[in-house]
């Protein structure tokens, strides 16, 4: 069993070790940031190593390296594969931490759902108040807003009030795309695009040409296209946006909605690498993947 001062100064390695890039950890670094006389630490060390937890690094630059067996005995799970899960205070992304674990820690609460966060790296910097965003998480894509509401140094966790949960589907673009894609010519004059818009409730389409995508045309080219008297002099082909943005049907819905967020766009045309239209993919449509709740009954009194 490990005494608080082990447990503390074991995390203290950890998160040193963690932003290091595996180089080892000096005493002194370890006494510094615990603000403890570096003889202690030596002293902890000893037994540290006895335990299997430390292993020591003979040379100028040595110093002591956290073994697996640390990893586990602080419940934090290591893999060279595991991907770092960020953490952000408002919008800025802290360097050197993050996520290892995430548990709620109150689901059945109907007016508050708080979160205890497992964190490799130091959470000194962030303080009671501070409104965080964590993830998404490699798998699911969790993402987590809320405010932190309590610290733990010792155990390096995070408590906090959560504000927004919400999780990814991990299905791609081409699970939940309109496949009858209603398309345009170059040609087609705007008062038959208005026709088409208005009968299939549609605000957009691809602009097609001997078969193949070659841009985009929605209903804000349309009004600006009448806001400038022109409705009777250009054809789609002159009023289209040719910088289309082509994916492929395998991309995942995750990617999809940081693409459109980056290019402030609200469809992505879905294309195979020939530009052969497969279908296309909305705003609208990743929002319903994102909060379609069909799969789970909802139960009344």
């Not at 795309?177 to 088409?196: G, M, Q």
Request: charged share 25%; glycine share 6%.
């Amino acid at each position: 069993m490990l005494t608080s001062v082990q447990k503390e100064i074991l995390q203290t390695l950890i998160n040193l070790y963690q932003s290091s890039d595996g180089k080892s950890i000096k005493g002194e670094d370890i006494a510094e940031v615990m603000n403890r006389n570096p003889g202690t630490i030596r002293n902890q060390m000893q037994s540290l190593r006895s335990l299997s937890l430390v292993k020591g690094v003979p040379g100028p630059r040595g110093g002591y390296k956290p073994t697996i067996e640390a990893y586990h005995s602080l419940n934090i799970s290591i893999s060279e594969k595991e991907a770092k899960v960020p953490i952000y205070k408002g919008d800025e992304r802290l360097p050197d931490i993050s996520v290892a674990k995430i548990e709620f820690t109150s689901v059945p609460q109907q007016e508050e759902c708080e979160a205890a966060i497992k964190v490799l790296g130091s959470i000194k910097d962030l303080n009671l108040g501070d409104t965080i965003k964590i993830g998404p998480t490699p798998v699911n894509n969790l993402g987590i807003m809320g405010e932190v509401v309590g610290r733990d140094d010792m155990d390096n966790i995070l408590l906090v009030d959560t504000t927004t949960i919400r999780s990814i589907p991990k299905q791609t673009v081409g699970d939940i795309a309109s496949k009858n894609v209603i398309s345009l010519k170059t040609d087609c004059n705007l008062k038959e695009v208005a026709r088409i818009f208005s009968e299939n409730k549609i605000e957009g389409a691809p602009v097609m040409k001997d078969g193949k995508v070659v841009g985009v045309f929605t209903v804000t080219d349309l009004i600006q296209a009448y806001a400038e008297d022109k409705e009777d002099e250009v054809v789609v082909g002159d009023m289209m946006s040719t910088k289309v943005i082509i994916v492929n049907e395998d991309l995942k819905i995750a990617k999809a909605i940081e693409i459109m967020f980056k290019k402030s766009i609200s469809r992505l045309i879905i294309a195979d690498k020939d530009n052969n239209l497969l279908g296309i993919v909305t705003r609208t449509d990743l929002i319903n993947s994102i909060t379609n709740f069909e799969e789970f009954p909802i139960f009344t009194n």
